[in-house]
């Protein structure tokens, strides 16, 4: 089975730092682009961070620049987001999604939450004021 599996969540303050990892299996992450994607109560899903097949691109959205960093271990086969000065609207559940594709772009941000080829389960991000 192609699977996700999602973890690093919790309840932090705001300002404080999580880091979130998506380990996969079943499937290796060559010729996938890979994110991380959020959806607050009331909200529509939201891309927060792609990384492209070949780990050269990496786009973020704009309410998380400068304070989130996505990356991966291929060794391990998992995928990370780095989550620094985290704010109470950074509140929501985070999935990892997987698409295959090898072409890169912004596009990836929306597409990931839309057209996966494989998601994992969520993980909840709490941030208290």
């Known amino acids: 089975d192609v699977q996700l599996q999602a973890s690093g969540g919790g309840l932090v303050q705001a300002g404080g730092s999580l880091t979130l990892s998506c380990a996969a299996s079943g499937f290796t992450f060559d010729g996938y682009a890979t994110g991380w994607v959020r959806r607050a109560p009331g909200n529509e899903r939201e891309g927060v961070s792609a990384l492209s097949s070949t780990d050269e691109g990496t786009y973020y959205a704009d309410s998380v620049k400068g304070r989130f960093t996505i990356f991966t271990d291929h060794a391990k086969n998992t995928v990370y987001l780095r989550m620094n000065n985290l704010r109470p609207d950074d509140t929501a559940v985070y999935y990892c999604?997987?698409?295959?594709?090898?072409?890169?772009?912004?596009?990836?941000?929306?597409?990931?939450?839309?057209?996966?080829?494989?998601w994992g389960q969520g993980t909840q991000v709490t941030v208290s004021s």
């Open positions: 999604a997987a698409l295959r594709t090898r072409t890169n772009g912004a596009w990836l941000l929306r597409a990931l939450g839309y057209e996966h080829d494989a």
